[in-house]
């Protein structure tokens, strides 16, 4: 199990990997708060390929093999579970070679050859609730992945599409998610996109993440999804939403606080 309820769980890094030297950057910050809180278990988070991009022209990442091999170094080096979206049933067998923690898409995470083929793989399979779903229909997504046996499920709240171009969280999603036997996480990063409001890209609110974290550990949330970067406005993925990473020990202190409190 890589998840441990005596700590709190968090899944922090650049939305995508770009470069090996990027990546590098943003491990060692994680190295190093991890080392002052023993309190945090924290999860290298970074996309290899961002397949949903607004436009054709966007830049999606470094690509399958070059993803994993920057995953494998950063392993290495720092010694921290890994965590990578996958968007195909063919992707779950080479990405559970090296990554630690599968990652459903909100998008798919009613995609049943995808859910079978990552929990084939004995990976920690992270399933992101759909942005057209209620909380209660995590319990069908749930159920396919127990049906498959999986062997560790996490489940994560990004916030539901409210009119356009624009998300909410209803923080009843952590009770009511937590019924399912799982443990639950907040993307508050994702959760405060505006989804194709920048002109052909998503924009976002990132002063807005650290608020939508600490409330949803104040509901109930056993970990916190939160991307960072050295120079978000200059990310090519999700720059709007990314908080610096010179603000993420900050962020966090304030979380674990809470999380300590309702202990």
């Not at 943003?26 to 190093?32: E, N, P, T, Y």
């Not at 159920?143 to 539901?160: H, P, S």
């Amino acid at each position: 199990m890589i998840f441990d309820p005596e700590k709190l769980l968090v899944i922090a890094g650049p939305c995508s990997l770009e470069t090996q030297e990027l990546s590098s950057t943003v491990a060692s910050k994680l190295f190093r708060i991890q080392s002052r809180y023993p309190d945090l278990k924290i999860v290298f988070k970074g996309s290899f390929d961002k397949a949903n991009r607004t436009s054709l022209d966007s830049e999606r990442g470094p690509g399958l093999d070059h993803g994993l091999i920057i995953h494998q170094a950063l392993k290495d080096q720092w010694g921290m579970p890994c965590l990578t979206d996958i968007h195909s049933a063919a992707q779950c067998a080479p990405v559970a070679e090296v990554c630690d923690i599968l990652q459903i898409p909100a998008f798919l995470c009613r995609q049943t050859d995808l859910l079978e083929a990552a929990a084939e793989t004995g990976a920690v399979v992270n399933v992101k609730k759909g942005q057209f779903l209620s909380p209660y229909e995590m319990e069908f997504v749930i159920n396919k992945l127990e049906g498959l046996e999986a062997k560790e499920i996490w489940q994560t709240e990004r916030g539901t599409t409210f009119g356009y171009q624009n998300l909410v969280v209803d923080m009843r999603s952590f009770p009511i998610m937590k019924q399912f036997g799982h443990p639950t996480i907040m993307d508050c990063t994702h959760a405060v996109q505006m989804p194709g409001a920048g002109g052909g890209k998503t924009s976002g609110k990132r002063e807005y993440a650290p608020v939508l974290a600490r409330a949803a550990l104040a509901a109930g949330a056993d970990g916190i999804f939160i991307e960072t970067h050295p120079d978000p406005d200059n990310a090519i993925s999700d720059g709007a939403n990314q908080i610096h990473l010179d603000d993420l020990e900050d962020v966090l202190q304030s979380c674990l606080k809470i999380w300590a409190a309702l202990r």
